[in-house]
């Protein structure tokens, strides 16, 4: 009798185990098919970089332009912006970059004295270029360098800054190079802090390039770098707004007069549109060219103009360029701003399985200024985070993109932060 029930109580769990494993696999089942399948989005365009975008709209007598929103990126107009071409001073802006960086990482300061090498002072006193004229042992701090290659475009003072960042202009141009990595820029050249051509560095010329060799990079290349520029060292936009500055040196005054004939106290200026920076380039091979920038219903809006015609000195095709391109967005686009919450049609719509919500339309995370020309449509796509349930509203959930408007930034078109207006769970 015993035994038996020993028999019977060892039935009883075996009946009491197997059913927890039932349901333990029935349970399990279902919060692993939750997991993998409680939430579906459309499937993203893969966008790359245009190369033009409605240049048909407007001819410019320029090899490239490009103009766009510092803030959302946004491209209101490109002509070649993929084609890598010779960019003179322009790139200095680069040398800059690195120069208040180095800055604001206390390796120097504004009031840093240098001396300039034979290179520079040979370099800045060649009539040929743009200069202010250096003394030979004579010191100079980084700010009066920093305004003359701003200023003046002086490419010796480009030399001596890119010689007190880095040590030499050769070493300085590795690290502008590496720079331009970083911001996922791989096709240009680079071989001189100033833009001159490679054989004006002497004993530091690149010997894998040709003498001739000058910096390149497409006009996309100078939105990103201007980008970068402008969001992380805004202040520079207090110094490329002079139109006049002495340059003292001992005894002497240079009297420096911006190339940038476009800002107010200029024979180039135009009220209509009232540029207040960035800088200018001329070469042989590079033409006339010119990055500027405006403040426009509160948005700064940048343009680059690669290639104009560049008769002489006195040549202001440059200028006629950018200001028809400055009339073109003026004429054409009108700034909206979309509110929170605001709702796009296209592949937006997030399904969620198995829940009493099964539908939401993702939504604007915060209010978004977007450029809009006559007639446009706006049709968003939803990018979205992998994350867990439940989702609350209001929490960014990834990006809306819109795959027809091309901006610069890391889905080579307009995106902003989405939400959603129903909680997911």
């Not at 200069?131 to 010796?156: C, F």
């Not at 592949?347 to 200024?369: F, H, M, S, W």
Request: net charge positive; hydrophobic share 40%.
């Amino acid at each position: 009798m015993k035994l038996k029930n020993n028999n019977s109580f060892k039935n009883y769990q075996i009946i009491i185990f197997l059913v927890a494993f039932v349901c333990l696999i029935i349970f399990g089942w279902k919060v692993f098919r939750y997991r993998r399948t409680y939430i579906e989005v459309p499937t993203q365009t893969k966008t790359e970089i245009c190369d033009n975008y409605a240049q048909d709209n407007l001819a410019l007598n320029a090899k490239a332009a490009i103009i766009y929103d510092l803030k959302s990126g946004q491209i209101m107009y490109a002509k070649n912006i993929k084609q890598k071409l010779p960019v003179a001073s322009m790139s200095k802006l680069l040398t800059i970059y690195l120069t208040l960086k180095a800055i604001n990482a206390g390796k120097i300061s504004w009031q840093t004295k240098v001396m300039p090498s034979r290179e520079a002072i040979a370099v800045s006193k060649n009539p040929e270029y743009s200069n202010v004229p250096l003394q030979l042992g004579h010191q100079y701090t980084i700010r009066q360098l920093y305004q003359a290659t701003l200023i003046q475009s002086a490419n010796g003072a480009a030399m001596v800054l890119a010689s007190a960042v880095a040590g030499s202009s050769k070493k300085f141009v590795g690290m502008m190079r590496k720079q331009l990595l970083d911001w996922h820029i791989s096709q240009a050249q680079i071989v001189t802090p100033s833009g001159l051509p490679n054989f004006t560095l002497g004993r530091d010329a690149d010997s894998t390039k040709n003498a001739d060799a000058e910096n390149e990079l497409s006009a996309s290349d100078m939105g990103i770098l201007i980008k970068h520029l402008l969001l992380e060292f805004p202040q520079v936009l207090d110094t490329t707004r002079i139109s006049k500055l002495n340059f003292p040196d001992g005894h002497n005054t240079f009297k420096m007069v911006n190339w940038n004939l476009m800002l107010k106290g200029l024979s180039q200026y135009n009220e209509a549109y009232p540029v207040d920076g960035l800088k200018t380039g001329t070469t042989d091979a590079a033409g006339a060219c010119l990055a500027s920038t405006l403040v426009k219903n509160g948005r700064r809006i940048v343009t680059v103009i690669i290639g104009a015609r560049h008769l002489n000195g006195n040549d202001p095709a440059r200028f006629v360029e950018t200001r028809k391109l400055y009339a073109y967005f003026y004429n054409n686009y009108s700034l909206h701003i979309y509110k929170r919450w605001t709702q796009f049609p296209g592949k937006t719509l997030i399904k969620v399985k198995n829940r009493p919500i099964n539908e939401v339309r993702a939504c604007l995370y915060q209010d978004t200024g977007i450029w809009i020309s006559k007639d446009q449509k706006l049709d968003a796509e939803l990018s979205m985070n992998k994350m867990p349930m439940p989702i609350k509203v209001g929490t960014n959930i990834g990006k809306l993109i819109f795959p027809n408007i091309p901006a610069l930034n890391n889905e080579n078109a307009l995106a902003f932060a989405a939400t959603t207006s129903q909680e997911l769970k």
